[in-house]
């Protein structure tokens, strides 16, 4: 009997490591790799090494490597918290995935049958988004010294433009991106970038932050590695006026050797018949409510600012910005009503990884709300990323060593249907990490929209905490009309309810959760 058991145990053995052995090739992990890292792990891009195939992957002298970072979190590189607010692109992956590359690495890697892996990723080499109406080319290449240092120059491109235009999109396309940290596309007006660039006997300028005190120009978007070029949503389009420059401000990140780049941003046109005017903002440190904005040696010091909204706007993009000394950011909306809606939180800010984040779907702010933002820094001997030693006071500056608090936001004017409008259908929601400790601390259950409304209400409600919920719709006289089904993730979720059947009249959408019950109302009218 004691042998027969032994026997059964070692089959059970033997199967159970065949069966490993069989989830730990490279045709499970290729797909993670390919979907996650790829876009910055490949030839020209800012990745060290390339993750297009399998040899590349298994190489020695990576993959321990990519064991640690993946295990670490610090890759793949995502900055904003999965499970206070989801953002197109996110590159997160779940412990599974996680599990799964590292039991592959100690499994030693192994190949198995190769052609039953995905197919390596193909990238465009011109453009993500097509054919472009306009390519503005920085003209002579710029030479980064080999000094370890940041270098920000603006390069001021004429558009020769002879009417307005109306674009859906700025597509930023790096020359090197071995060496491209970030930059910043401004439109200028006149000719006050090109006076400036002609201050200076080189081809371009330097300026740290902006473009400049005398330069007049409006910020319209960024670029960040990683980062997807997106068209406007909902036919949104920005003015490029005629005879006017473009502003690149290139931040080349410190390296130890001499790179050169040329790099250059494609424009598309709208032809939309009726375009929506995009809005931009920068809200910085005069929105500060505990300034002044100094941040003093030894010390951890967090500043909060607060912004009022004074229109309807559906927000469709968000754009965090510390420097070195910048360890955590959150930004959330405050309505009329006093529900809370969670913008972004960055709980471990990385100066290097800046991004544009976008939302799969408009956020409709009310007028009336105020946005706030909060940010820690630490100026102590704990932050590696001091660039001072021993530490010493910083405030406001434009320089890599000095501080900023801002974050730069996208809308358009709000329209009735604006936050049902998916931005991009390929969008799906990964699982989320736990929540950290923040400001919703409690479900939210947010005003049912549009309102009034006629075919569809979207309902929309944030977890802190994944639990079950029931989700009723009663009329006026409090019978229960329906009871859609009600997800029970972490985070902002969304239901698109039909409701072109129902009567005219007054109705209320209750929430129940483990906390209570929670309810707002809306009228249909047909």
Partial sequence: MKRNLTLLFIISLLLFLHNSSRAQEWKDVAAIIYDNCSTCHRPGEIGPF????????????????????????????????????????????????KDLISNWVDAGAPAGDTTLAPSPPTFPTGSQLGTPDLVLHVTQPYTKPADDLDHYMCFVLPTNVLQTENVSAFEFRPGNASIVHHAFVYICPDSSAYNEDLLTPEYGYQSFGGVGDGVNANLFTLYGPGMFPRFYPAGGI??????????????????????????????????????????????????????????????????????????????FSIAPHQHLLGRAYKIFGVTPTQDTIPLISIPQWDFHWQLLYSYPFMVHLPAGTHIHAMAVYDNTTNNPNNPNDPPVNVHYGESSTDEMFKYFINWLEYQSGDESLIIDSTWNIPTPSPPLDGIVSTPQLYSCSPNPASDHVVISYF????????????????????????????????????????????????LKTSGGILTKQFIVQH
């Fill in 238 to 315: 920005t003015h490029l006026p005629a005879n006017s420059f473009v502003v690149l401000q290139i931040h080349y990140a410190p390296s130890a050797y001499e790179a050169t780049d040329s790099s250059s941003i494609n424009i598309f046109y709208s032809s939309l018949p009726s375009p929506r005017q995009v809005h931009d903002k920068i809200i910085g440190e005069g929105y500060i409510t505990n300034g002044p904005f100094n941040i003093l040696a030894y010390e951890v010091d967090t500043f909060y600012s607060e912004f009022p909204v004074n229109s309807e706007m559906s927000l």
């Fill in 50 to 97: 390339s993750l297009l195939s399998y040899h590349d992957a298994s190489d020695p002298n990576h993959v321990l490597n990519i064991q640690s970072y993946v295990n670490s979190g610090l890759m793949p590189p995502w900055k904003a918290d999965p499970a206070y607010t989801h953002f197109l692109d996110e590159r997160v992956l779940t412990q599974g995935e």
């Fill in 463 to 510: 977890l802190p905490a994944s639990e079950t919920v029931q989700l009723f719709v009663y009329d006026l006289a409090g019978k229960l009309v329906t009871q859609p089904f009600a997800p029970s993730g972490i985070g902002l979720q969304r239901i698109n309810l039909d409701i072109s059947k129902l009567t005219q009249g007054l109705y209320f959408c209750t």
